[in-house]
Nanobody, 122 residues
């Protein structure tokens, strides 16, 4: 089993920045990729970004390219999401997720965190 705990959410003004963290524990060596998803009220959960656990290859949804950066520190078992030039449309609950195998951009991750709220005011 893998446990994921997000932190770093909060309220920020438009064009501001925020960094989310996700601390992983348990059988982290079993994971092939980690990702960030988000869900706004009344909307489906959306893929935001993902990164392979070992190789560092990163994936982003088009709406965050150039604004968000995903990274991981394997020594600390921590995943990060650096968010800049934030927009009100980025307001959502952000979830960290981990998977054992498969496409990093698909939704069928094996492990999920509890989520952290990000609110961007205009």
């Amino acid at each position: 089993q893998v446990q994921l705990v997000e932190s770093g959410g909060g309220l920020v003004q438009a064009e501001g920045s925020l960094r989310l963290s996700c601390a992983a524990s348990g059988r982290t060596f079993s994971m092939s990729a980690l990702g960030w998803f988000r869900q706004a009220p009344g909307k489906w959960r959306q893929f935001v970004a993902a990164i392979s656990w070992s190789g560092g290859k990163a994936y982003y949804t088009d709406s965050v390219k150039g604004r968000f950066t995903i990274s991981r520190d394997n020594a600390k078992n921590t995943l990060y999401l650096e968010m800049s030039s934030l927009k009100p449309d980025d307001t959502a609950v952000y979830y960290c997720a981990g998977r054992v195998a498969g496409d990093p951009q698909s939704f069928d991750y094996d492990y999920w965190g509890q989520g952290t709220q990000v609110t961007v005011s205009s």
